[in-house]
C-alpha cells in the first residue's frame, strides 16, 4: 500500500496507460470510462473511481481526453523522473528481459546488470553493461538504484535479495520460484512463470473437455 494507493490500483493505473497508448497510435482523441473499463477488463465504476483518486476528470458528452489522461497517468506513475533498475541474472531470462525494456520506458532504465559467470562480466549485453556480483553493493549505492529484477535460480535468490537489500534497494521484482524473506518496508512483486503456465494450460484443457 503506497497511502491511498494499493499495488493492484498502480497495476491498473499501468495498464490504462498501455491501452491508451494504442489508442494514441490508432489517433483516437476520447474515450469513455465504459470503454477503457471493456479494453481492461474492469468495470466503469472502478475506472471512474482510479480517475477521481487521481485527479482527473472527462467531459460528460466526449469522455476522458486520451492524451492528457496518458499525461496525467505518466505524471504520477513517473514521478521524480529517471529511475535506474539493477538486474542480477543475465542468463535466457535476463537477457530476455534487457532485450525486452531496452528503451520501452523513458522513466525506467535497467543501468547495472550483474552475474556470477565471468564470460558476461566486464560486457554490454543488449545496452546495459554487465559487472560483477562483488561489485553490487557499491554500484548499487552510487547510481542510488532503489528497484532491482532478481532472475536467477531459486537456490540463489536470497542470498541476492539480501544483498539487494542491504544496498539500499526497497523494490523487488522476482522471477525466480522462491518466496523471498525480507523486511516489511521492502515491496516484493513475485511473477512465477510456472504457476501461470500450468494455471492457463488447466483452464484451456477444461474448455477443451466441455467442448467434447
Known amino acids: ?3 491511498q494507493w ?13 491501452l491508451l497508448a494504442n489508442l494514441a497510435a490508432e489517433r483516437v482523441k476520447f474515450i ?7 479494453k481492461a477488463g474492469r468495470t466503469a465504476a472502478q ?11 472527462g467531459s460528460p458528452t466526449k469522455g476522458y481526453e486520451v492524451a492528457r489522461l496518458i499525461e496525467a497517468i505518466g505524471g504520477f506513475l513517473d514521478a521524480g523522473g529517471l529511475q535506474e533498475i539493477a538486474l542480477v541474472g543475465v542468463g535466457n531470462l535476463g537477457r530476455a528481459i534487457l532485450s525486452y ?8 532504465s535497467i543501468t547495472a546488470a550483474f552475474d556470477s559467470d565471468p564470460a558476461k562480466v566486464d560486457r554490454v549485453i543488449h545496452g546495459c553493461p554487465c559487472h560483477r556480483m562483488e561489485e553490487l553493493a557499491s554500484l548499487v549505492a552510487v547510481k ?10 531459486a537456490g540463489e535468490a536470497q542470498a541476492v535479495a539480501d ?12 522471477f525466480a520460484p522462491v518466496r523471498l524473506r525480507v523486511p516489511g518496508a521492502v515491496f516484493v512483486e513475485n511473477v512465477d512463470l510456472t504457476t501461470s503456465l500450468e494455471k492457463v494450460a488447466f483452464f484451456a484443457r477444461r474448455q ?3 467442448q467434447e
Open 101 to 108: 525494456f531496452a528503451g520501452r520506458r523513458p522513466n525506467l
Open 6 to 18: 494499493p499495488d493492484k490500483a498502480i497495476e491498473r493505473l499501468s495498464l490504462y496507460r498501455r
Open 47 to 57: 475506472v471512474r473511481r482510479d480517475m477521481m483518486i487521481l485527479g482527473f476528470s
Open 163 to 174: 544483498a539487494l537489500v542491504g544496498a539500499g534497494v526497497c523494490g523487488l521484482l522476482n
Open 208 to 210: 477443451l473437455l466441455r
Open 32 to 38: 469513455y470510462s465504459h470503454e477503457l473499463a471493456q
Open 1 to 3: 500500500m503506497l497511502g
Open 144 to 153: 542510488s538504484i532503489n528497484t532491482a529484477i532478481v532472475a536467477v535460480p
